[in-house]
């Protein structure tokens, strides 16, 4: 006989209640060779979905390789662990006993107990798939009442799942702030305001925290995250009154504005968003074409005096442009902080080395510390290569180094484009370090 196995974990693995793809594949094994169904297992073939839900057919690569192979004759009989893994919907499961019946396969079922050679057995399962549907339904819905009624009368957070960082839960499952990490969460925000970069801002906060490491899309998230300013949205509505704040909004909104400020930039625009024209009006970034080298012409654009002020022209200006000193005290201490965490990354590999060779550390458990700490040690490397550009002189960057540096000490550069001259230049002031709310903690 030619058997066909199908085993499926879902997406929501707290629903399988612990019952693996090995587990699963084991016991049909087990159940396979008591009921004396194969007597090879050459005669097996597994088809096996990690991570699907059973709510729709499509989408479920190994089964719809089943049915395929089911059509094609290729089957004798199909074992499955329970109803449920084939599908929780009566609708398909009526498709797939005629699609089993037509091409004369039998099912067998193992925790359901029940196979499909007689038409009783197969009424009897469509009554059991009836109440999987019914049962999944019922407990979606009781659920949903259940977290409204929590939210809109007891005003009481119930998501589950990861908790957004700088927030914990109480043993009353209220949302708290966690004040330890809440004041890089403000951080966070304070750099956002000040004009920094996502880059920048993540780069910050992986110096002044070594508890987590964030990914620039980490950070982009966080900022856009209401919950931050104390909004909850659930089911549609949001609640104000739940969540305390870590920041007002007028904060959020400002950092937003200073992100969507950051993503409108295109890298080669080295002046973007700092270009003001004599009328007042702020410079767009525009671009032209040329026949000759460099081909690309990047100019900044008045939109009130139709004019142009061309990005050579003003990089020209700023290699003999004295910029200011210092300012870079943040950038200085996040130096000497990730020279700090690579020496603590070297100090704990060479530990790692030491208690592995007196023999204290299995070398599974080795290898796998080892590579963590390596990888780290890695990160922290090309984060001091980002950082070491800072300290380039302007002529010697490239263009987004430029970029970079321009939008840390610049605030505004106002331009003739008539008359082709930079009238005046702002400097941004210098980012205290000594304002910052981490305060002078940083762990190494
Ligand atoms: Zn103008």
């Not at 929501?12 to 016991?27: F, I």
């Not at 709510?55 to 094609?72: C, H, T, V, Y």
């Not at 359901?112 to 339904?137: C, G, I």
């Not at 920094?196 to 856009?224: D, G, H, P, W």
Request: charged share 30%; aromatic share 10%; hydrophobic share 35%.
């Amino acid at each position: 006989m030619r058997m066909a196995c199908y085993i499926r974990v879902s997406t929501d693995r707290q629903a399988d209640d612990g019952c693996s793809l090995e587990m699963q594949r084991a016991t049909l094994e087990k159940y396979l060779s008591i009921m004396n169904l194969v007597s090879d297992r050459d005669q097996v073939s597994w088809y096996c979905d990690d991570g699907y839900s059973a709510k729709s057919i499509a989408g479920r690569p190994s089964f719809l390789r089943l049915l395929k192979d089911i059509r094609e004759g290729t089957i004798d009989a199909l074992a499955i662990w329970d109803l449920s893994r084939l599908t929780r919907s009566i609708w398909d499961l009526r498709d797939i006993l005629n699609l089993l019946a037509e091409n004369e396969v039998e099912l067998y079922c193992m925790n359901d107990d029940v196979h499909t050679e007689t038409a009783s057995e197969r009424f009897s399962m469509n009554v059991r798939m009836l109440s999987y549907q019914f049962e999944r339904e019922k407990v979606s819905e009781r659920t949903n009442a259940v977290l409204i009624d929590l939210v809109k009368n007891k005003k009481r957070y119930v998501a589950g799942g990861k908790i957004a960082y700088g927030f914990r839960r109480t043993r009353e499952k209220e949302l708290v702030i966690d004040e330890e990490r809440a004041r890089y969460v403000r951080e966070m925000f304070r750099l956002a305001r000040h004009g920094m970069s996502l880059e920048q801002i993540t780069l910050a906060l992986n110096t002044l925290q070594s508890e987590r490491y964030f990914q620039v899309e980490n950070v982009r998230c966080m900022l856009k995250n209401r919950k931050y300013s104390g909004h909850y949205l659930f089911k549609g509505v949001e609640y104000d009154d739940i969540i305390p704040p870590i920041v007002t909004d007028e904060e959020q909104q400002e950092a937003l504005d200073n992100l969507n400020h950051h993503s409108q930039k295109s890298d080669n625009y080295i002046f973007a968003g700092l270009v003001k024209c004599q009328c007042g009006t702020p410079m767009t970034n525009g671009l032209a074409w040329g026949s000759h080298y460099p081909r690309r012409y990047y100019y900044y654009h008045c939109r009130e005096c139709n004019k142009y002020f061309s990005q050579i022209k003003l990089d020209k200006y700023f290699r003999s442009y004295r910029f200011p000193e210092g300012g870079d005290a943040f950038f200085d201490r996040i130096q000497t902080m990730l020279t700090g965490r690579q020496k603590a990354i070297r100090d704990r590999l060479r530990r790692l080395d030491e208690k592995y060779a007196s023999g204290y550390v299995q070398e599974k458990e080795y290898l796998m510390l080892r590579e963590v700490l390596e990888s780290r040690s890695r990160e922290a490397a090309e984060d001091q290569e980002s950082l070491g550009c800072l300290n380039k002189k302007y002529a010697d960057m490239d263009i987004l180094e430029k970029k970079r540096y321009v939008h840390e000490k610049i605030k505004m550069i106002t331009v003739d484009p008539v008359g082709k001259k930079v009238l005046s230049v702002e400097e941004r002031e210098p980012l205290d370090p000594a304002e910052s709310p981490v305060g002078k903690i940083g762990k190494g």
